[in-house]
């Protein structure tokens, strides 16, 4: 059986005046729009066209035109501009996308991205004295910044004008930078917070193209926008929504050779690529150099537009991302052992050793979270400092728990799901001591089982193609703004079997006595020796395409017994 059972939500059917409202579309889309908060027909029709929301005009970001003067003076006097990124998929891709776009415009830059194992994440000093000494006169940070104060007091004091980009949560006191671009910022009018690293990159981009007036059109850089953006696990809403479907295009009709060689090693059709191929095959091959090596392969990779070069890369993006997968699941399976020890599931699961790569960690911690359904935190004990990733679930917001923690850290940030951190290993279990303390007071009295919601329930007669065409007008979906999930009940089932290499997956064939639907159930094939023969469905309802042959499927989330 899993781990954890889920807690079942189908939504209440809309109150029929709500559904008048929305008169026009077919009745299954009705109530997922009303199920999302839209209920009229302008509100649906902003969410299916993908609407960028009002106010998203490039002024209302706080310092936005203050950074594009100075760079556009950097420009004009030749001056020497470093773009310094994260390591990620998001820092990689806005990285590329500023520096592309700069030397578009004539300007003398190149690229700074880290390495994770020798330097840590973001802006550090020893990268600055030396970008200093080679004459840099402009750094642009992207997807990193907002929390390095004494980097950004070094660049003032010396000389070297600082703009920073960042979309992470700021501390009370923001950097004494030339400018901060961030819409989480105190004072800053932007309608839209959850823009992604790359997207404020391309939002500094679109705003430079306009103020000279020249011939070049900033969507040629969406496709990287909507890599970065589902990459980073930011909602798929609001302007991020307008953006995606957007760069989802560019995707689909490749123009660089590296995103074509990074989509044939992945074994995908560039025809018929979604956001899930994005957030499972794409993004971890791009996060692969940088959590092992260097992610200046996966910039080289973004920004190369030779044939043979690019292929070369994604070859061995691959071989690195499979190492990746080896790698994590050993950390997992040594973590559990040491978290486990007492056979009991706590509030918070934290691991250290040293031997674990920190490249890795964050992985690990996000299997385990999935896996147990509580924040996780894996770390790297080094010879002065732990560097630790966290995980976590909806009830927890970890870069709060961190921030309540801060005077016994050297460096830490993130979202509400996913932060990292850097502590003195002296001060390590007194760290863990309060993390589980205030774990303790969140949780404790609370229901930790994932919650699985269903837009609504329905009989399997319900399930027709046009329905596919329908849903495809929900795309692109992601976090915010999730696949539709459906609910069957009281489904006989008429053909089991567990599949796979080691058996793990579960295919079905299931009816309600007028129609029967194959099913596919990953990671469930545990059922297979327990399965009863009437159960209940939770399921998304898609296209399988195999051997050249197009079915409709149910793909399955969750599995129980039918009370029916």
Known sequence: ?????????????????????????????????????????????????????????????????????????????????????????????????????????????????????????????????????????????????????????????????????????????????????????????????????????????????????????????LDLVALGTVADLVPITGENRSLVRSGMEFIRKPHRQGIMALIGVSGLTASRISTTDISYALAPRLNASGRLESALASLRLLTSQDIKEAGQLAQWLEIQNRDRQKITRDIQAKAELIILADDQIPLLLFAADSEFNPGVVGLAASRLTEQYYRPSIIANIGDKYTRASCRSIPEFHITQALDQCKDLLEHHGGHAAAAGFTVQNELLPMLVEKLRKIAAQQLMDKDLRPRIFAETEIPLSELKPDLLKYLEWLQPTGMGNPAPIFMSSGLKVTRQKAIGSDSSHLKLTVTDGNITYDAIAFRQGHWIAQLPPFIDLMYTFELNEFNGQVTLQLNVRDIRPSIK
């Open 1 to 221: 059986m899993p781990l954890t059972t889920k807690q079942w939500e189908v939504a209440p059917p809309a109150p029929p005046e709500a559904i008048q409202e929305l008169s026009g579309y077919p009745h299954i889309l009705r109530q997922i729009l009303f199920n999302r908060g839209y209920r009229t027909h302008e509100q649906a029709r902003a969410f299916l066209e993908a609407q960028p929301p009002t106010g998203s005009d490039h002024y209302n970001l706080l310092d936005l035109p203050k950074a594009v003067d100075r760079i556009n003076f950097a420009i004009k006097n030749r001056q020497n501009i470093v773009v310094y990124g994260d390591y990620d998929a998001d820092g990689v891709t806005a990285t590329a996308l500023l520096c592309l776009a700069l030397k578009s415009l004539g300007a003398e830059v190149r690229e700074y991205i880290p390495n994770r194992f020798d330097e840590g994440y973001g802006l550090n000093l020893e990268a600055l004295r030396k970008l200093h000494e080679q004459g840099t006169n402009l750094i642009i940070t992207v997807d990193c910044g907002i929390r390095s104060w004494d980097e950004a007091e070094y660049s003032r004091t010396v000389g070297m004008d600082l703009i920073i980009t960042d979309h992470h949560y700021p501390l009370d006191k923001l950097p004494p930078a030339f400018a901060v671009i961030n819409p989480k910022q105190p004072g800053d009018n932007y309608p839209d917070k959850d823009l992604s690293g790359v997207g404020l990159a391309y939002k500094l981009v679109e705003l430079l193209f306009q103020s000279q007036q020249n011939p070049f059109d900033p969507r040629e850089y």
